[in-house]
């Protein structure tokens, strides 16, 4: 398992983004984010997550309280990505804050 160094809570799905998209998309998730106010999550519980591809495990902590601010985020970041044909967020959200992670799925081996 690798400890995290820095904290992120995931607001979309791991894409690939063409180049020349960057800045576009950038731009408009600026845009609409920066009318949101600040949010305030409290996180409890071990929770256990695998990517689709089943190449990565990871352990965090479940957002407890905040997670209708944290939505609405993930609501902003969706419409962006449906205007360059990227995949939106999952459609059962739980939201986290990933703690340590390892390759494959290691599930059978807790």
């Known amino acids: 398992l690798v400890c995290k160094d ?23 998730l600026q845009s609409m984010i920066i009318k949101k106010s600040s949010v305030t999550m409290t996180l409890s519980n071990l929770v256990y997550y695998c990517n689709e591809e089943q190449t990565r495990s990871f352990i965090g902590l479940e957002v407890q309280h905040g997670e209708r601010e ?17 995949p939106i967020f999952y459609e059962e959200k739980s939201f986290h804050v990933s703690l340590l992670w390892c390759l494959s799925d290691i599930l059978p081996f807790l």
């Open 70 to 86: 944290v939505s609405s985020l993930v609501d902003c970041v969706d419409e962006c990505f449906k205007q360059f044909g990227l």
């Open 6 to 28: 820095e904290l992120h809570l995931s607001l979309s799905r791991t894409v690939p983004i063409q180049h020349h998209w960057i800045e576009p998309l950038m731009s408009k």
